[in-house]
Nanobody, 115 residues
Framework: QVQLVESGGGLVQAGGSLRLSCAAS????????MGWYRQAPGNQRELVAT???????TYADLVKGRFTISRDNAKNTVYLQMTSLKPEDTAVYYC?????????WGQGTQVTVSS
């Protein structure tokens, strides 16, 4: 079955950086489109970034220029490098992929940015 396991979250001061990782199994990673979403309490889950198998990337406007999504197919891992973090980036960050029209999610990793 599909498994996505996020790691790398934590507490960081505004302006700091974190790198999130998502280790995937149960999928053919090299041909899978991967993404990151985030959800703060009381908010909708929102798309942060995606990366296709050809390396093309998309970003939400709020994170453009600050976040970078990347993938390492040899490690079946997708990353989210976050810089210039703001308190409004505080959320649970989820890794996601899609297979046969169905979405799959990791358990999430908490990112907290203090003022």
């Amino acid at each position: 079955q599909v498994q996505l396991v996020e790691s790398g979250g934590g507490l960081v001061q505004a302006g700091g950086s974190l790198r999130l990782s998502c280790a995937a199994s149960g999928i053919i990673f090299s041909i899978s489109r991967m993404g990151w979403y985030r959800q703060a309490p009381g908010n909708q889950r929102e798309l942060v970034a995606t990366i296709s198998n050809d390396g093309s990337r998309t970003y939400a406007d709020l994170v453009k220029g600050r976040f970078t999504i990347s993938r390492d197919n040899a490690k079946n891992t997708v990353y989210l490098q976050m810089t210039s973090l703001k308190p409004e980036d505080t959320a649970v960050y989820y890794c996601t992929t899609n297979r046969r029209g169905a979405d799959y999610w990791g358990q999430g990793t908490q990112v907290t940015v203090s003022s």
